[in-house]
């Protein structure tokens, strides 16, 4: 079976320093992967989205960025933090031998910027 | 106008009621309708999914779809304290099993009484 694993599940960060969080599936190959951050009342926002190795695609402009190194490996990454990048991020999957239609959530990250 | 509308509650009722939650959508182009479940601090995970209108059953939970109206339904019947969750209402473009949009509500606060 296919399991998603995200990681850590919460971060404290001042402002201006880096962050990296990690995205992980199991038990599936060439899977859709996708960051989105809930905020309290905003819903969910779609930050970017991969089809493939090495394959980006960036949703709203902002100070975050993502890559995909590995086929199931999927990194968000800041240079500099911001007060405005506080929020709870997951990261999605879907795919021919996982779920049709619509994800399947990582359990998230909380990210505290102070 | 948000293409996906959905009250944000909190709905609180006592065990055993029916409840029903909704969303409303602006673009025709929507081609499944989801509804999530989410917990306090998870990831969220996928209560039924539709590509139809009318109705659909599995167990206590019911959704159903208006695309005449753009409008979505989830039926909870003996609601239970479990229940107590968010609830997000979803709406997708795509190919199954290939990169989908997805559109999340805001999500609807539910809380079941004992």
């Known amino acids: 079976s296919q399991t998603i694993h995200q990681w850590p599940a919460t971060l404290v960060q001042p402002v201006g320093s880096p962050l990296s969080l990690e995205c992980t599936v199991e038990?599936?190959?060439?899977?859709?992967l996708y960051w989105y951050r809930q905020a309290a009342g905003r819903g969910l926002q779609l930050l970017f989205y991969?089809?493939?190795?090495?394959?980006i695609s960036s949703e709203v402009p902002q100070n975050l960025s993502a890559s995909r190194p590995q086929d199931r490996q999927f990194i968000l990454s800041s240079k500099k933090l911001l007060l405005s990048d506080s929020g709870f991020y997951l990261c999605?999957?879907?795919?021919?031998?996982?779920?049709?239609?619509?994800?399947?959530f990582g359990s998230g990250t909380r990210l505290t910027v102070v | 106008q948000k293409e996906v509308e959905q009250d944000p509650g909190p709905l609180s009722v006592p065990e055993g009621a029916i409840v029903s939650l909704n969303c409303t959508y602006s673009n025709s182009a929507f081609q499944y309708f989801m509804w999530y479940r989410q917990y306090s601090r998870k990831g969220p995970e996928l209560l039924m999914y539709?590509?139809?209108?009318g109705n659909k059953e599995d167990g206590r939970f019911t959704a159903q779809v208006d695309k005449s109206s753009k409008y979505i339904s989830l039926f909870i019947r003996d609601s239970q304290p479990s229940d107590s969750a968010t609830y997000l209402c979803a709406m997708g473009r795509g190919n199954s099993g290939g990169y989908q949009k997805v559109t999340f509500g805001t999500g609807t606060k539910l809380q079941v009484i004992p």
């Open positions: 038990g599936t190959s060439n899977p859709n």
């Open positions: 991969s089809v493939g190795i090495g394959q």
């Open positions: 999605a999957w879907n795919g021919v031998s996982g779920q049709i239609y619509g994800y399947t």
């Open positions: 539709t590509y139809s209108s």
